[in-house]
């Protein structure tokens, strides 16, 4: 049996009047945020840019000058989700209260195809005397969705907080707990839910254990600190990324730093302009993206909720947008 033929890509410049709300977006506050990690692009166009936009005084105008919309179409609808920063009460000592082990990435798993499994990491001893405890949770529930989102907070005793990214994984291909519990029938598609899935493991303590243990992905962490309590998180382009204004999208079309003109639909719409600064494992597609929301148990809330159709335009700076036309590829 062939496998179904890829659809093509295709590409379309579109007005400022096309995007719908655009007038009424704050384009100074998506600028700050561009202005953030623009120094970090490579090629000479995106540079230029970034310098352009430190003497702007009409945010706006800025956009609309030397960028232009394009949209990029690989035959997928467009899919909207959130993700979040979560926040776990810890500590840099075990205790009997913190005693689950967030852990750094040990050298074997970082040169292995694929290392131990989740069940063999928790249940074999295979971190055991490799001194690779970060700190210690008091929640495997919340450490398990930590290991989800990819990066976290984690508030120590002394009310100070420790920060915490993703080094690495197993390099086990992830399995959607989620995606496990419809096919078991517990729920339907339409009522799963991070929240639902936390509630339905505490609730069913060794059935959740094994449920967990169903995805054999695990992911490592680094210590990252020198990031302030009060910034985002590092995205892709290790710098903090922005609540409602950052981005993650598939880096494949949609350049890592570029602004992106956002048209999500559902029960609240939304339309703004983001910067696409990370990316996800999950996050395929030229219409997929997923909003960072921010930190803490609300924006989980949040983040969790949404799943909404709609359309996603990339903002490319004027020779590269018409590049992309069929009459100028060769």
């Known amino acids: 049996m062939t496998a179904p033929a890829q659809a093509e890509?295709?590409?379309?410049?579109?007005?400022?009047?096309?995007?719908?709300?655009?007038?009424?977006?704050?384009?100074?506050?998506?600028?700050?945020?561009?202005?953030?990690?623009?120094?970090?692009?490579?090629?000479?166009?995106?540079?230029?840019?970034?310098?352009?936009?430190?003497?702007?005084?009409?945010?706006?105008?800025?956009?609309?000058?030397?960028?232009?919309?394009?949209?990029i179409e690989d035959g997928n609808d467009a899919m909207f989700t959130g993700y979040f920063e979560p926040e776990l009460d810890g500590s840099r000592v075990k205790t009997p209260r913190y005693k689950y082990p967030i852990y750094g990435m040990p050298k074997d798993a970082k040169t292995a195809s694929q290392w131990h499994t989740r069940r063999e990491i928790l249940e074999d001893g295979v971190m055991d005397g490799l001194n690779h405890e970060i700190c210690y949770v008091d929640d495997p529930v919340e450490l398990f969705f930590l290991q989800i989102q990819g990066s976290g907070r984690v508030k120590l005793p002394d009310g100070s907080f420790l920060r915490v990214g993703f080094a690495g994984s197993n390099r086990h291909n992830y399995r959607s707990i989620g995606q496990e519990m419809v096919r078991r029938g517990i729920y339907e598609a339409h009522q799963v839910s991070a929240q639902v899935i936390k509630n339905w493991v505490r609730r069913n303590p060794e059935d959740g254990k094994a449920l967990l243990y169903h995805n054999p992905s695990y992911v490592f962490f680094r210590e990252v600190s020198e990031v302030p309590a009060d910034k985002g998180p590092l995205g892709a382009m290790n710098r903090s990324i922005t609540t409602m204004r950052s981005v993650a999208v598939d880096s494949k079309f949609t350049p890592l730093g570029a602004?992106?003109?956002?048209?999500?639909?559902?029960?609240?719409?939304?339309?703004?302009?983001?910067?696409?600064?990370?990316?996800g494992s999950a996050i395929k597609g030229s219409q997929r993206a997923d909003v960072f929301f921010g930190t803490g148990d609300e924006a989980g809330r949040e983040a969790g909720r949404l799943r909404d159709p709609g359309r996603m335009v990339v903002l490319m700076p004027i020779q590269r947008a018409y590049a992309y036309l069929p009459e100028n590829v060769q």
């Open 9 to 71: 890509t295709v590409y379309s410049i579109l007005d400022f009047k096309d995007l719908d709300g655009w007038a009424e977006d704050d384009h100074q506050a998506a600028l700050d945020v561009f202005s953030n990690t623009c120094r970090d692009m490579k090629t000479a166009d995106w540079k230029n840019l970034c310098k352009a936009a430190n003497d702007q005084t009409n945010a706006r105008a800025f956009f609309e000058l030397f960028f232009r919309p394009l949209m």
């Open 259 to 279: 602004p992106v003109w956002i048209e999500k639909d559902g029960k609240k719409s939304l339309r703004r302009l983001m910067i696409a600064q990370d990316t």
